[in-house]
């Protein structure tokens, strides 16, 4: 079946370093992709999403890329902030199952002054 | 504000008692869906709803029911529940099925 796969955290990381969270993904059909951000004791935000291969959806200095020949969508930021805490969950959705989004199971990022 | 109000936040209770935890949205959104999250698996579809009186199960349906008799309005109901259903509840909705979803703030359920 379908599913999403995310590197495990918890990831670690000094302000102003680069981060990567990779995100691999087995799907029929072409899925939208998403990246989902959730900060401690609140819901999940969407943080970006792309629709179709090669597209490239970016916000807040967040950026990933639709691979399909790689079935990737690693999520990338040159700079992080100590405000980047949060765990980032990667999702695809299934048109064809009513809209269902399956989900990675998240990765923690801790990002330290 | 257009937001996915879930009502109550956390609740401890014990198995067997019956609880709804509600769930409504401002936005006009025809779908809306349930999802529990667990460490390490993510988060799973319970139910979700394309409009109203339409309801289908998702991934993790057992022990759950829903209703949905007005668009706003999408009710998570544990008639009687167990301790492996102690989780931490989402409610989401969308414009429609294909576009990405709205999340509620989260319900904490603790089943004793």
């Known amino acids: 079946g379908d599913s999403v796969t995310q590197m495990e955290g918890p990831v670690t990381l000094s302000e102003e370093a680069f981060l990567t969270i990779n995100c691999t993904y087995t799907a029929t059909g072409y899925p939208s992709l998403f990246w989902y951000v959730q900060y401690p004791g609140e819901g999940l935000q969407l943080l970006l999403k792309a629709t179709k291969a090669d597209d490239k959806g970016s916000n807040k200095g967040f950026e990933a890329t639709y691979r399909k020949e790689t079935t990737s969508f690693h999520l990338e930021k040159g700079s992080v902030q100590v405000s980047d805490s949060a765990v980032y969950f990667c999702?695809?959705?299934?048109?064809?199952?009513?809209?269902?989004?399956?989900f990675g199971q998240g990765t923690e990022l801790s990002v330290k002054p | 504000e257009a937001q996915v109000t879930q009502n109550p936040r956390y609740l401890i209770t014990v198995t067997g008692k019956k609880l709804t935890v509600t769930c409504s949205q401002n936005m006009n959104h025809e779908y809306m869906s349930w999802y529990r999250q667990d460490p390490g698996l993510g988060l799973r579809q319970i139910y979700y709803?394309?409009?109203?009186?339409?309801?289908d199960k998702g991934d993790v349906p057992e022990g759950y029911k829903v209703s949905r008799k007005e668009k706003r309005n999408f009710p998570l109901i544990l008639e009687s529940p167990s301790p492996n259903q102690t989780s931490l509840y989402f409610c989401a909705s969308s414009l429609w099925g294909g576009q990405p979803q709205h999340f509620g703030d989260g319900t904490r359920l603790s089943i004793l």
């Open positions: 999702a695809l959705i299934k048109y064809n199952q009513g809209g269902k989004l399956i």
């Open positions: 709803s394309m409009n109203v009186e339409v309801t």
